[in-house]
């Protein structure tokens, strides 16, 4: 049965609405859970990140038995991954926000959001059908394979995905059973955090198969179109992704307005040119990445590609360089 627009609708906006409300309240966003642990050795957001990781690999698993028809796996294009990611990371810190939290930001009443979703349209839109297309195209014909098939961790290892992800989890738990006493912040405890924002992983890749394209929770190319979309008809419909970026929005103005959070917040002149050269460049690196944070780091790692494994291994490294260069260097 084809999907009609009223169920692709109601399905996007349900996620968005969870997604932007949960990471609202527990203010998770992986500039923020990097930065805190470069500038401050605080580790609580990226614990959160750890744990909706492990939650998401665990039940992106458990819907490939049978609950899903088929959950994709991002190709392995291993120089695109790597130089990608490590722009995209580089990105985030200079716009003060990676690609997920700027969305839920707007809800927030921050200004500065709109500039980074502008330049990270304007970025993503260059690298997709503009002139940068030609150097995106050659950075991801470099692709391995397995078996004809794009890799993941438990194929390259030739065991089963369910060894690989008791492995997986019990380092995770392990190390996130060694963390500090989380200090008061007003948000949610990253235990409830990371919880929540795991299942909401596993259950966009479930709400968004009645859409007719297993996509899950992605925030880079569905960005671009929003720009591209009105201007010149690219893509030619609405897709769940575009519709899933409103919901986001909306549930974060309803966490923010909730809890007595939500303010406009202008920003200075020469502070938007900084987040709007941050958006810009986390929109040609998620382009040649095949994802952001949330669509390479989360929501297709669960399925524990190589691919998508590499490009959140190149967002962190990336934005560690650039926190080193702002900040730490002497």
């Known amino acids: ?53 492990a939650v998401a690999i665990v039940g992106t698993q458990v819907l490939t038995l049978g609950l899903v028809e088929e959950i994709p796996v991002r190709p392995f294009h291993w120089l695109g991954n790597l130089v ?36 990270f349209a304007m970025g993503a839109t260059t690298a997709n059908v503009g002139i940068l297309r ?19 961790l438990y194929t390259l290892l030739g065991v089963g995905p369910w060894l690989v992800i008791a ?8 190390w996130l059973a060694r963390g500090e006493t989380e200090p008061e912040h007003g948000k949610w405890r990253w235990p409830v955090t990371g919880s929540v924002m795991g299942i909401i992983i596993v259950l966009g890749w479930y709400l968004s198969s009645y859409s007719g394209t297993t996509t899950g929770i992605t925030f ?4 671009g179109h929003l720009l591209t979309y009105p201007l010149v008809g690219y893509p030619n419909r609405v897709t769940w992704g575009m519709l899933l970026l409103g919901g986001v929005t909306v549930g974060a103005a309803l966490a923010a307005w909730r809890t007595g959070e939500f303010a406009w917040r202008p920003v200075p002149g020469f502070t938007s040119v900084k987040l709007l050269i941050g958006g810009l460049v986390m929109g040609i690196g998620a382009l040649i990445a095949d994802g952001c944070n949330i669509t390479q780091g989360l929501t297709n790692s669960a399925t524990l590609a190589l691919g998508s494994l590499t490009a959140f291994a190149a967002m962190l490294a990336g934005g560690w360089a650039a926190l080193w260069v702002l900040f730490l260097r002497k």
Not at 97 to 119: H, N, Q
Not at 134 to 152: K, S, V
Not at 167 to 174: G, I, N, R, S, T
């Open 84 to 119: 990608g990611g490590f722009i995209f990371g580089i990105g985030m810190i200079l716009g003060g926000g990676c690609a997920g939290s700027s969305w839920y930001r707007l809800g927030e009443g921050a200004l500065g959001a709109w500039i980074v979703l502008f330049g």
């Open 167 to 174: 492995v997986v989890v019990l380092v995770a738990a392990v």
């Open 1 to 53: 049965m084809e999907p009609t627009f009223a169920l692709t609708a109601a399905t996007a906006l349900a996620a968005g609405l969870l997604f932007g409300y949960c990471a609202q309240r527990g203010g998770f966003c992986l500039t923020r859970a990097l930065s805190n642990l470069v500038l401050m050795g605080d580790t609580a957001i990226l614990r959160a990140y750890v744990l909706a990781l």
């Open 220 to 223: 880079a190319s569905n960005t």
């Open 134 to 152: 030609p150097a995106r195209e050659t950075l991801q014909q470099y692709e391995y394979l397995i078996g004809e098939q794009p890799p993941t």
